[in-house]
């Protein structure tokens, strides 16, 4: 049994710590085009007139085609090129999460995704103007970075049990904003002087982790002879209630509710079992809230990914920074964000009521994103309490779901032990998401010329959505009794 222990633990160590650096180099790949976007499009009337010809033009010294009146019609294209093909990419990628070796196809995904991130900026050494270029890298990359979050959801779920999966997931998860950080400093290193390695030396990174993953990553506990972790044991509390196996550890190995230990495994021999069948696409809506969280996502994500594609652009316009400094200084929404994941998952585990988290924070993150639109710019000091704020606020919510409840749902009670639903659960409501992440940032582009207060308005009402549509099904339909769960397993566990 201690031969089984010892290295389960280690093995889960580098299982996190692999996921981590993975998903961490995704969004580092995915930050530079909102960091580059300022330098595209440039004001170059403080370097006098144009030295080739007599043209009067200010945006003589952007970069074509997106030098003209229309560019951020164009910069809303670019990102859309990519959200729609991460969108409708991810309700594929998690099927063929579910029926192929994870370690081959996030390894694979990884290195793909550094060749398209590396060929944007290899477009400035190639002295590339052509917008259709752009968009094709911009499509390819969108559908192969849906590889990432399905598989390393899986990983870690197929590792941990239901224990204090809040808080160790939302740990887990500040891999989005470090990558986000990551990815703005690295950029922003190289944006005004050549901003093609902004995206070159990203793409190197993911391609290069992407290996070590391939050489490193164990996809189950049971490749490595450890035992599994029990998700649900089915039969001790009233409706619904499900037991952490891991709350109540004895020196004799878990408890059942009679008081006496379980059966030790690892000491019987090992009986063949049949490979239970991948979960159907239609089978995964069916687990009871799915589809709500999946639509409460939608809105939360819509509004995360509007911050992170334009939020250095909304700094350059109205604080009037530069653009490292307003790369520099967007990073603190997701320094933000890493605090809200960690509150939140936190707060979860705590109450039991993952939706009521969600909900809470939301309703809390409208104001808060009014008020940073309207004083937010009126002083560094304001501005950088602001960007925590809302940060948290908005990314906890959404760090939550992609992260405890996908697991949670994933190894749902009603799936009877099969492992080969989380890959597909995850991949439908990440892929939700990525329906308002494509959303976002399009409207973002579309509204923004009539001014910047309407895009706050419209994340505003994004983020009440997200709070009316979803929180309250799934509080109902799913996480119903809570707080009542968290009693019965303090209850039982004082009475043992």
């Avoid at 960690?342 to 104001?367: E, H, K, N, Q």
């Amino acid at each position: 049994k201690e031969k089984t222990r010892h290295p389960s633990v280690c093995y889960r160590g580098l299982t996190l710590v692999l996921t981590f650096l993975s998903y961490t180099s995704y969004h580092l790949s995915r930050k530079p085009i909102s960091i580059v976007k300022s330098q595209l499009h440039l004001n170059c009337s403080a370097l006098g007139p144009n030295p080739h010809n007599d043209s009067n033009s200010t945006t003589w010294c952007s970069w074509a085609p997106f030098d003209g009146d229309n560019y951020k019609q164009l910069f809303g294209a670019l990102d859309n090129a990519f959200l729609v093909a991460y969108a409708i990419g991810m309700f594929i990628s998690g099927i063929f999460g579910e029926r192929l070796p994870l370690r081959y196809y996030l390894s694979g995904g990884m290195v793909l995704s550094g060749l398209f991130t590396a060929l944007f900026g290899l477009g400035y050494f190639w002295d590339i103007h052509v917008l259709w270029y752009f968009i094709i890298v911009q499509v390819c990359n969108g559908l192969v970075q849906t590889t990432g979050w399905p598989a390393v959801v899986a990983c870690v779920g197929n590792w941990f049990g239901k224990g204090k999966r809040g808080l160790i997931m939302g740990i887990w998860n500040s891999h989005t904003s470090v990558g986000n950080i990551l990815g703005s400093l690295i950029a922003g290193a190289w944006v005004s002087s050549a901003w093609g390695l902004s995206f070159v030396v990203p793409g190197i990174i993911i391609a290069v982790v992407g290996i070590i993953c391939f050489f490193f990553l164990v996809e189950y506990p049971e490749d490595v002879d450890c035992n599994p972790p029990l998700h649900h044991v089915s039969g001790r509390f009233p409706r619904g209630l499900s037991w952490d196996p891991e709350a109540v550890i004895s020196n004799e190995g878990p408890l059942s509710l009679s008081g006496q230990s379980s059966v030790d495994h690892s000491k019987s021999p090992k009986e063949p079992a049949e490979e239970p069948e991948a979960i159907s696409f239609f089978g995964a809506l069916r687990i009871p809230g799915v589809v709500e969280f999946s639509l409460c996502l939608l809105f939360a994500k819509l509004v995360s990914y509007t911050f992170l594609y334009w939020l250095p652009l909304y700094i350059v316009n109205v604080a009037h920074f530069g653009a490292k400094e307003a790369g520099d200084l967007s990073t603190l929404f997701d320094v933000g964000g890493i605090l809200g994941g960690i509150f939140a998952g936190l707060i979860s585990d705590y109450t039991g009521g993952r939706a009521t988290t969600c909900c809470v924070m939301l309703v809390v993150a409208a104001p808060m994103l009014f008020l940073y639109n309207h004083v937010g710019q009126n002083g560094i000091g304001i501005s950088v309490a602001m960007l925590i704020i809302c940060g948290a606020l908005v990314n906890g919510p959404y760090a939550l779901i992609t992260t405890a409840v996908s697991a949670d749902l994933g190894t749902h009670e009603s799936l009877k032990g099969n492992a080969k639903a989380l890959s597909t659960v995850t991949a439908i409501i990440d892929g939700t998401g990525s329906v308002g992440a494509a959303l976002g940032p399009l409207l973002a582009g579309l509204i923004s010329p009539t001014g910047w207060n309407n895009v706050f308005y419209m994340l505003i009402a994004a983020d009440v959505l997200a709070c009316l549509v979803g929180a309250p099904f799934c509080f109902l339909n799913f996480y119903r009794d809570g707080a009542t769960e968290k009693y019965f397993k303090r209850f039982y566990s004082q009475s043992q």
